[in-house]
């Protein structure tokens, strides 16, 4: 484990030095020079600690997690277990004795999990929901899911949406205190929006609910990118749901935080069936990785990134980045709760997306160019470009500079 953080007051030369050795910890990056991939909001690259940590479990302790009483099953429920902590550690869980952590596949597995498994259990004839109706189509199906098996049972509930400011997609705080009622029981809310790359200040939706309704977060694009602090004065949230594989763990990874008492809420009859092992030891190390190279600085570098890139298209009529990022560059003295994250999306003027995403490709470009999954959204056109702390910003020079001759 190579990664070490660079001193506090470094100069942004340091920084740069910091990211280049944590770059050549990417094989495969470093493997295909020639390419840039700039999709780690789909599925994130791997250091070589995380393939170290596969090949060392499955050479040392495969086995089956929570049950068997010879060393490898004892070796693999330990780790399971260490992981479960780690994850908590990572979300700096104040209160890790009694919240709880369950594995998935991925966040829109966590969010089903909570839909299906706890909310249906918790909302009785005449409650309402408030979700999003603009974010990823996972953080809205498993909600509008839950409403119709409760209606099968007799139970009607009403699912609300979250307001979002109409420019920029963002909670609209003012609008929010007008939709919360006395029936009001949950509320489904994105950290980081998928194409926007807002981070959507959700401290506030807190605020305006009180400290009873239960939130569910959906971190998929913030766990693995910033640091995170759940509890009061922090994300005062009940669930956090996110993808390992986002945060450099293997596909199929995942997981959702319960905070306190709403773990046993969640799952009150613990473990059943074979958990994804392999895919929880990938995210033991690469939670572990991200720790080493600090979240603060990923950060740092992937917003960086990003305005570095909506600074360049600024100048080009021919393209329009779309919602809060426009304003990234400009506006560096908004509040860091309300700062612009590591994705950027745009539309040319002319080119059709797939079209844009396929020129992209002869050059070297990995970007996404098809469906992004966000509901209630004309995607029409849009590519979305997402950065990761493995990318250097002599990629998204090249990228600005090859989008400057598609006008
Ligand atoms: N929510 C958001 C905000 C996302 O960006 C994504 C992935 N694009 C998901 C949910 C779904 O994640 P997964 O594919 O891991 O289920």
Known sequence: MSA?????????????????????????????????????????????????AVTAYLTTANANAGRGTYPWANETTRMVERTRLRVKEFLGDPDPDRSAVHFTSGTTEGLRTVARDWLTAFLTDGDEILVPFTDHRANLDPWLEAQALLAARGVRVRVRALPVQPESFDYDHRALAAV??????????????????????????????????????????????????????????????????????LPGTGAVWARGA?????????????????????????????????????????????????????????????GCQASLGADTALPPQQRRRGIVSLRHRDIPSDDLGFVLFSHGFMVRADSLCQAGADERGVVRISPHVYTSEEEIDRLATVLATLT
């Open 262 to 322: 709403r773990g046993p809420e969640l799952r009150p009859g613990g473990w059943s069936g074979t958990p994804n092992t392999v895919g929880i030891a990938s995210l033991e190390a690469a939670l572990g990785w991200l720790d080493a190279a600090g979240l603060d600085r990923v950060a740092e570098w992937t917003t960086a990134l990003a305005t570095r890139l909506t600074d360049r298209l600024r100048h080009l009529p021919a393209y329009e980045v779309l």
């Open 180 to 249: 919360v009622g006395p029936r009001t029981r949950f509320v489904a809310a994105t950290h980081v929006h998928h194409v926007y790359g807002a981070d959507m200040n959700v401290q506030r939706i807190r605020a305006a609910v009180g400290p009873d309704v239960p939130i569910c977060l959906d971190a998929a694009q913030s766990v693995g990118h910033l640091p995170i602090r759940v509890g009061p004065g922090g994300l005062d949230v009940d669930f956090v749901v996110f993808s390992g594989h986002k945060a450099l763990a």
């Open 4 to 52: 070490r953080q660079p001193p506090a007051g470094r100069r942004p030369e340091e920084l740069r030095r910091w990211q280049r050795e944590l770059r050549r910890q990417f094989p495969i990056l470093t493997a295909h020079p020639e390419l840039a991939y700039l999709d780690s909001a789909a599925t994130a690259q791997k250091p070589q600690a995380v393939l170290d």
